[in-house]
Antibody
Framework: EVQLLESGGVLVQPGGSLRLSCGASGFTFAKFAMGWVRQAPGKGLEWVSSMTGTGGHTFYTDSVKGRFTVSRDNSKNTMYLQLDSLRPEDTALYYC?????????????????WGQGTLVTVSS | DIQMTQSPSSLSASVGDRVTITCQASQDIRSYLNWFQQKPGKAPRVLISDASTLHTGVPSRFSGGGSGTHYTFTITSLQPEDVATYFCQQYDDLPLTFGGGTKVEIK
């Protein structure tokens, strides 16, 4: 059974940093692209970042470029999202999701499994 | 960026009713479209991929269709457990983008 478990969400001040983790089980982690999607309170879903299986290619939405960094450790079946220079508008529930294969777009890039999310609150 | 316009934003229907939600893309997304169900406090659950492929374990009362820029999602016989918010999402190009969601309630 595919399982994804996010952790690391906390209350942080504007300008602060934190690292989110997404632990995976039930599949061969290195063979799949992964992504982060966030949902601000009461709002819709927003794609944040994606990364290919080997970690060779990373992608970001414009609003987080230069502030967020996605990475993965395939030996630990874990993906990370480093959040720096945080802003109040980054407040959201952050989900990790698995792609259907090792791609970020097209049929192979479709998100087919999601975690439960971890809450990041940016406030003074 | 590809804009996804989803309608309606909410609907109320009776148990057993047929419910249809539409998603309009700002450009051809070549059927690279997911439909998700999200219940309060829960993670999104993928129901349909590639516009019309039912995900494993999803009841057959859910279906999807369309092509090009226009897509539909249908519940053929609404059940009480279908109360949720439904989202469409395109994965033809980055940035991946989502529709605004449709909140489905029982009348």
């Amino acid at each position: 059974e595919v399982q994804l478990l996010e952790s690391g969400g906390v209350l942080v001040q504007p300008g602060g940093s934190l690292r989110l983790s997404c632990g995976a089980s039930g599949f061969t982690f290195a063979k799949f692209a992964m992504g982060w999607v966030r949902q601000a309170p009461g709002k819709g879903l927003e794609w944040v970042s994606s990364m290919t299986g080997t970690g060779g290619h990373t992608f970001y939405t414009d609003s987080v470029k230069g502030r967020f960094t996605v990475s993965r450790d395939n030996s630990k079946n874990t993906m990370y999202l480093q959040l720096d220079s945080l802003r109040p508008e980054d407040t959201a529930l952050y989900y990790c999701a698995r792609a259907h294969d090792d791609a970020v777009t097209g049929s192979a890039g479709s998100f087919d499994y999601w975690g439960q999310g971890t809450l990041v609150t940016v406030s003074s | 960026d590809i804009q996804m316009t989803q309608s309606p934003s909410s609907l109320s229907a009776s148990v057993g009713d047929r419910v249809t939600i539409t998603c309009q893309a700002s450009q051809d997304i070549r059927s690279y479209l997911n439909w998700f169900q999200q219940k309060p406090g829960k993670a999104p659950r993928v129901l349909i991929s590639d516009a019309s492929t039912l995900h494993t374990g999803v009841p057959s009362r859910f279906s999807g269709g369309g092509s090009g820029t226009h897509y539909t999602f249908t519940i053929t016989s609404l059940q009480p457990e279908d109360v949720a918010t439904y989202f469409c999402q395109q994965y033809d190009d980055l940035p991946l983008t989502f529709g605004g969601g449709t909140k489905v309630e029982i009348k």
